[in-house]
């Protein structure tokens, strides 16, 4: 059984290809920028070189490309969108265009692509017109296809060095805000959307869904498995939230998985997600921004979550995301007298280096950046259980 994992983030898009026949440590793996940032080289090159842009395809996520696109237009830039496109920015399409891009239909960005506009019909698609000297050269637009997932350049990838691009089943993860209704915090959208799965069955695998089994305000991971229908349609999909699938993996670490009790801490570039385990069992968990957080806040919060202390509002008013405890007096509850193991993964983990948690930097069969794909391995066999006891023994050695 072969599966491609891909796990994708803000700086990175981490690529696992699974073969159970072989042994894990064997498997191909791919540390490769992530998908915004390669949007966000292509704008910013746009930009250096005095081109608009035109951009098509789904969601994807946002963050650097959010930014450079911000700059392209600080810098007087032209940009259009396809509505699909657009909503990478803000599910506010209203809010899109105030930024000053203009959002088009589909068959006016066909027509750009090709160059069957005059001047005048392109001065006419947007409030803000382009420059004339660019109007009258349409093929000076950039165009820039937003997506998440690759297959086509995976593939190229792996034939590059002589490996199959068939798989048996594809597992993928990203981080999805949610698309939230107006006047609501996208940061407590978010955050609602992990209490609900907990909820609703308290396990880090509840966060694995089947792809039409997403729920609807899920659109970046409905685009993300959508594009992947249309790239390959007759391969079984998984799919897992990239924070627990970061945990999932880490508890495929032996020494964290021989712990009675867990404090995984996933610090992705943009992402600090914590949960407090019982192996899959979830007493507790918070989610905050990286990059909002001194090493001083990761521990004070890591340390009163284990403790039941930490309030939601200490989380979400330091433009975190928030605090949920699904079973508070467990926090407590050291039958052992043991503290639990404090387990960190992530390509911020450096930022613990020396701390007073003595974290241990967990390194699921030997690869710490890799984390999040043996969690989304785990979500597949979920998903698909005619395959999980072949990934659970190959995962098991």
């Given amino acids: 059984m072969r599966i491609l ?22 498997s191909i793996k791919m540390v490769m920028p992530s998908a915004t940032q390669v949007a966000a080289g292509r704008i910013r090159r746009a930009t250096a070189a005095g081109r608009g842009l035109l951009l098509t395809g789904v ?14 237009l600080a810098a007087g830039g032209a940009a259009y969108a396809t509505a699909e496109a657009a909503k990478t920015f803000d599910d506010d399409l209203a809010q899109v265009a105030r930024m000053g891009v203009r959002v088009i239909d589909e068959a006016d960005a066909e027509a750009l692509r090709h160059e069957r506009h005059s001047p005048a019909q392109v001065h006419g698609m947007g409030v803000r017109p382009i420059p004339w000297d ?13 997506r998440d997932l690759d297959l086509g350049a995976i ?12 798989f048996d089943g594809l597992a993928l993860g990203c981080l999805d805000h949610g698309a939230a209704p107006p006047n609501y915090s996208d940061r407590l959208f978010r955050f ?61 670490d032996a020494k964290v998985a021989e712990a009675g009790e867990q404090l995984v801490l996933n610090l992705g570039n943009m992402h600090a997600l914590a949960f407090h385990l019982r192996g899959t069992r979830i007493i507790s968990l918070y989610e905050h921004h990286t990059g909002e957080l001194t090493r001083e806040q990761i521990e004070d919060f890591t340390l009163r979550l284990m403790a ?8 979400f008013g330091s ?5 949920f405890y ?19 993964t992530g390509p911020q983990r450096g930022k613990l280096r020396g701390s007073e948690l003595q974290p241990y930097f967990a390194t699921p069969h030997g690869d710490m950046m890799i984390s999040g794909c043996f969690g989304l391995l785990r979500a597949f066999g979920e998903v698909h259980p005619e395959a999980r006891d072949e990934i659970g023994r190959a995962l098991s050695g």
């Avoid at 433009?319 to 605090?323: D, N, R, S, T």
């Fill in 319 to 323: 433009k975190g995301h928030g605090v």
């Fill in 155 to 166: 593939r190229a990838a792996l034939a590059a060095f002589d490996v199959s691009g068939d």
């Fill in 192 to 252: 609602d959307h992990l209490r609900r799965v907990v909820e609703a069955r308290n396990d880090l695998l509840a966060f694995a869904y089947a792809p039409d089994a997403l729920p609807s305000y899920l659109t970046r991971a409905r685009s993300m498995v959508d594009t992947a229908r249309r790239q390959d349609a007759r391969t079984a999909i998984a799919f897992l939230d990239t924070g627990a699938a970061a945990a999932l993996g880490a508890l495929q």
């Fill in 326 to 344: 699904a079973d508070r007096g467990a926090a407590t509850e050291r039958g052992d007298g043991v503290a639990p193991i404090v387990a960190v």
């Fill in 308 to 315: 039941g202390t930490l309030p939601h509002e200490d989380v």
């Fill in 134 to 146: 660019e109007a009258q050269r349409p093929h000076l637009l950039e165009h820039v296809e937003l």
């Fill in 59 to 72: 969601i994807q996520g946002g963050g650097p490309c959010h930014w450079a696109l911000n700059d392209h």
């Fill in 5 to 26: 994992a891909v796990d994708m983030g803000t700086g990175t898009q981490d690529i696992l290809l699974f073969d159970s026949g072989e042994p894990i440590e064997n």
